[in-house]
């Protein structure tokens, strides 16, 4: 298996608080990625990274935030919650993201915004 | 716009009985098709990645084909530890590691 972790695992929080989730990988991928998954969705991409300081916007980016300042660490922030937010996020990582190179995922942080 | 859909939503079927399951896309140019097996409250879990249209891959009892329209996950003989979600994704030319995803097909094998 990958080495993906991501934490907290569980989080229920109220609304206009803001809630930073972690990725932290040990595989050394350059690319890393936070989806959302919600019924009737499926995944959908929030925001990706492609190096140390290095971000992009995927489709569903409005509302959050994301941080990489080491190789290993991909925070994605939500600056001031709310229940539309409610989802579970998976963090996805890849060695080189344009060469076909599949990307592996974590066990996701199921988020409950009340 | 770049569009995935997978057929049917759900499936289920007896030990032993083979089906196929279907990933119909539209993409500006196709960089790749990945599949991926989900188990509740897990990570997908990559399977397959087909590059062209003719191309198939195997690995135990799922294979997986490719044409220039759609992909389909062939299940032979399935056991009920098969039983999962699998999700069709696919990669556009020029979209860095961007991958559109189906919504799945949660496939259910009873003994």
């Known amino acids: ?114 | 716009e770049d569009q995935v859909t997978q057929s049917p939503e759900a499936l289920r079927l007896q030990e032993g009985e083979s089906s196929s399951l279907n990933c119909s896309y539209t993409v500006s140019g196709l960089r790749g098709l990945f599949w991926y097996r989900q188990d509740p409250g897990k990570g997908p879990e990559f399977l397959f990645t087909l590059y062209s249209a003719g191309e198939e891959k195997e690995k135990e009892r799922l294979k997986a084909t490719l044409t220039k329209k759609e992909s389909f996950l062939h299940i032979t003989a399935p056991k009920p530890e098969d039983s999962a979600t699998y999700l069709c994704a696919v990669q556009a030319l020029g979209n860095t590691g961007k991958l559109i995803f189906g919504q799945g097909t949660t496939l259910q094998v009873k003994p």
């Not at chain 1, 608080?17 to 990625?33: A, D, G, K």
Request: net charge negative; aromatic share 10%.
């Open chain 1, 1 to 114: 298996d990958a080495g993906i972790t991501q934490s907290p695992r569980h989080k229920v929080t109220e609304t206009g608080t803001p809630v930073t989730l972690r990725c932290h990988q040990t595989e050394n991928h350059r690319y890393m990625y936070w989806y959302r998954q919600d019924p009737g969705h499926g995944l959908r991409l929030i925001h990706y990274s492609y190096g140390v300081k290095d971000t992009d916007k995927g489709e569903v980016s409005d509302g959050y935030s994301v941080s990489r300042s080491k190789t290993e660490d991909f925070l994605l922030t939500l600056e001031s919650a709310t229940s539309s937010q409610t989802s579970v996020y998976f963090c996805a990582i890849s060695d080189m993201g344009g060469q076909n190179q599949p990307q592996h995922f974590g066990d996701g942080t199921r988020l409950s915004i009340l």
